[in-house]
């Protein structure tokens, strides 16, 4: 997908380690939120899609919990850092990356099992356009897990970018709009949370 220098991938694996102390400075640990969100969505099975990609930290959580699974975004160039990611812990071959938009997926209906998308609904502003697209291509069996920062994840972030000289760009989309599409096309719904994530786990069949 990428040519790839070694020097890039230490360098970039660098950047995450620091990343990943910044934010837990504030309070937020990357890799501790990624394991939770894994944890309340098993079992895993059968095809898995990530949406929503960015720099890859779920990814690579991903990866490292041993599953193999699709990832997509809208931007090459993120995703290049999450390949960055993958190969220093050479789990390259895990993953399949896409380009593709969460509002028109380029994939059959009803193909994948598990859809993960974690930390994207905030920057939506089309949400039930979005979730309707999710649930057209989950299995008849299937689940998606959606995972949002809460209003404490929220102000970890701002603090965070304001450190940077940067600002959070928040759209319109919420965990409650999600919330209502899922219930009103039908899916049983989990609901968990952390001390900086709300987890929403919607299920096609009944949760036995």
Known sequence: MFAIMENEVIENHQR???????????GYDIEKEGSFIIEKAQPLAGNILEVGT???????????????????????????YALLNLKYYELQKQVSFVIANVECIPCDDVFFDVIFAVNIIHHLSAVRKSCCELVRILSPHGKIILSDFNANGLAILDKIHALEGRKHEVNSGTMTDA???FIELGLNLEEFHSPAQDVLIGHRRLIT
């Open 179 to 181: 919330k209502d599409v």
């Open 16 to 26: 995450y380690l620091k990343r990943v102390e910044l934010y837990s400075k504030f």
């Open 54 to 80: 960015g720099k890859g930290y779920f990814t690579l959580a991903l990866a490292r919990a041993g599953f193999n699974f699709f990832s997509f975004d809208i931007a090459a160039s993120e995703q290049r």
